[in-house]
């Protein structure tokens, strides 16, 4: 919705107030059955709205922008960020480049790539060996993208296969899918997928290595999302082990002793991640490293200064 086509430049537009579709067609630069395609993909996710006065055709309404529409325009605010520092060079929004940037990390994400990278360098053997559903010329391919377009990089090795190793760039990568994800579950529920176990750990695992904490806090640290599993509830997350302000080791086994812990639901995770409010997380043991953990994670991934517009994902 938001990589390849010109659905950011309506969303600003109205963001400024409501617009006729000419208005937005010469604003936008778009052919007139692009405009129409675009403006009914963004009435079906209900980020726009159209007006219409009695007696008015269709084509003559006013759009708005609404609640989802103000969430989704904060989502791409975090994507184009992320684009713009990529490896390779900025990347504009809309070119190839940005297309082929967001695919490569979607692709990771959904077929459980970045889970297994996230751990690890591994070559594409190993990543063969360990996810069954995509078989080796497909490994190949979405490797090939995302080294590519900067998102991994090769190890130096004496062996026959090649280990691949996420890059930073990659990692930063979490903030504009988490955007996207609370934004699909709060406005578009009913096609959302749950957020799995599998994209907990990868989410932390991927960016426990950003850290930026304030003070040289050292410890063990819990950091678990409550998943539901029918009445009851599951943990998911990482065990993390910190030595004067950085993290020294991460797994995804929760258990073992701790120094401290963070729990909270998937929503308390994400605002507390995305809008440094963490009064919705349980935090326990040693609670300033937990609250350290916790703020250090939300300045690597959100430190920008976003235009997040007051209580639009409340």
Request: hydrophobic share 45%.
């Amino acid at each position: 919705m938001l990589g390849t086509s010109p659905n950011p430049v309506l969303l600003r537009v109205l963001a400024e107030g409501p617009s006729r579709a000419a208005e937005l067609q010469s604003r936008g630069g778009l052919p007139g059955s692009t405009l129409r395609t675009r403006l009914k993909g963004l009435l079906d996710a209900d980020a726009i709205a159209a007006r219409t006065s009695g007696g008015v055709p269709r084509g003559s309404a006013e759009y708005e922008l609404t609640g989802a529409g103000e969430g989704l325009l904060v989502v791409a605010e975090i994507l184009e960020r992320w684009l713009a520092e990529s490896p390779n060079g900025a990347r504009s929004r809309g070119g190839d480049g940005a297309k082929a940037a967001i695919a490569a990390l979607v692709e990771g994400w959904s077929a459980s790539l970045l889970r297994a990278l996230a751990a690890k360098p591994l070559s594409i053997a190993d990543l063969d060996s360990l996810i069954s559903t995509i078989n080796y010329p497909s490994l190949e391919r979405r490797i090939a993208a995302m080294r590519l377009t900067g998102q991994v990089e090769a190890c130096p090795t004496n062996g026959r296969e090649t280990p691949y190793a996420v890059t930073t760039w990659l990692r930063r990568g979490v903030a504009p899918l988490l955007a996207a994800i609370r934004w699909e579950r709060l406005y578009l529920p009913g096609e959302s997928a749950p957020v799995a176990g599998i994209d907990v750990e990868t989410a932390f695992l991927l960016a426990m290595p950003l850290l930026e904490q304030e003070g040289a806090h050292s410890g063990s640290c819990r950091l678990a999302v409550e998943l539901p599993k029918g009445r009851e509830q599951r943990l998911a997350g990482v065990l993390a082990n910190v030595e004067a302000g950085s993290v020294s080791s991460c797994t995804s086994r929760l258990d073992g002793n701790a120094d401290a812990w963070v729990s909270g639901s998937v929503a308390a995770w994400f605002r507390a991640l995305i809008d440094h409010d963490q009064a919705s997380l349980e935090l326990g043991g040693d609670g300033r490293l937990a609250g350290a953990l916790v703020g250090g994670l939300h300045r690597a991934l959100f430190k920008a200064a976003l235009r997040t517009r007051d209580q639009v994902f409340a």
